[in-house]
């Protein structure tokens, strides 16, 4: 099914996104993960793609199986980062034999150790070129694209950052999933702000609980996200007990969840950091309401 077939207001949809694990073992337990979510009927998978291109046979593998075993719905991750023109469209074609139907289409971050991103000689320096490309070539997919509340952390300006995500939609988006936030009023206000300029795919909101006091840090550091202060002194405070950050960044996910449902998302993408406990925590909280 095509993801945008799936994204609907009056029945909004749960999603997860996971990314490739680097051994047999880690793969084990992103497949008992998966069957453990299982019973919460996800709208579909989306599976990550290495800085740089680095996990693309893993990551082209793995949605390949999860499709194929799981019959869950899939997205692949597909970047800019790392291929030319010719080494993409052979991804996009291993894509397509596998019956992946959707694949977001993102630039990519800079390889481990280099601060800047650099295109690969005949490759693409943005999303947009990329989104262009699989369209000329007349791939049948569903094409969905990164989108950023609090605006790009390399992105001078948040107005600048949103004209880059309708160049990005014109060229044939169908939807397009955010950036984690801690506070819906950014979310709210970016949504209302690209409907503005004529922006009218669907905008799904990604929540990533919060499970991990420093790998919170490293996060918001890294995407620019803003936490409350009012969580931030409450995370403060319990910073030591990982059993209680885990709790209170499920309340406030949930929280969260519920303010997005009741006024009108298409559907809700968790980043699970390939755990299941807290997204299956909120995610039958959430159903248990409806």
């Not at 943005?126 to 094409?143: D, G, K, N, P, T």
């Not at 993408?269 to 995610?283: C, D, E, G, Q, W």
């Given at each position: 099914m095509k993801i945008r077939n799936r994204l609907n207001?009056?029945?909004?949809c749960f999603s997860f996104e996971f990314f490739p694990p680097k051994d047999e073992a880690g793969t084990a337990r992103l497949f008992k993960t998966l069957e453990e979510l299982a019973p919460l009927e996800p709208g579909f998978v989306s599976v990550t793609y290495?800085?740089?291109g680095s996990t693309r046979d893993r990551t082209v593998e793995l949605v390949s199986r999860i499709k194929?075993?799981?019959h869950i719905e899939t997205v692949a991750h597909l970047t800019c980062g790392g291929h030319s023109r010719d080494e993409l469209r052979e991804v996009l074609k291993r894509l397509e034999e596998a019956g992946i139907q959707n694949v977001l289409a993102l630039r990519g971050d800079p390889p481990k150790g280099q601060s800047h991103f650099e295109p690969t000689a005949d490759g693409f320096r943005?999303?947009?070129?990329?989104?262009?490309?699989?369209?000329?070539?007349?791939?049948?997919?569903?094409?969905g694209g990164a989108c950023y509340p609090e605006g790009h952390v390399e992105t001078p300006s948040r107005d600048e950052d949103l004209q880059y995500l309708k160049q990005k939609v014109d060229e044939g988006l169908d939807f397009v999933i955010t950036q984690l936030f801690f506070d819906n009023a950014f979310y709210f206000d970016f949504v209302e702000r690209a409907r503005r300029i004529g922006i009218n795919v669907p905008i799904v909101p990604g929540i990533m609980p919060i499970?991990?006091?420093?790998?919170?840090?490293?996060?918001?550091?890294?995407?620019?996200?803003t936490v409350p202060m009012r969580l931030a002194l409450q995370l403060e405070r319990v910073k030591d007990d990982p059993e209680a950050v885990m709790q209170l960044g499920v309340a406030h996910a949930t929280v969260q969840s519920m303010e997005l449902l009741a006024r009108g998302v298409p559907g809700i993408?968790?980043?699970?950091?390939?755990?299941?406990?807290?997204?299956?925590?909120?995610?039958g909280a959430l159903r248990a309401r409806t």
């Open positions: 207001p009056s029945n909004p290495g800085a740089g194929r075993e799981t943005h999303a947009y070129e990329l989104v262009r490309f699989i369209q000329q070539e007349e791939f049948s997919f569903c094409l499970t991990n006091y420093e790998q919170l840090q490293r996060f918001t550091r890294m995407c620019g996200a993408h968790f980043y699970t950091l390939n755990k299941s406990p807290a997204t299956r925590m909120i995610v």
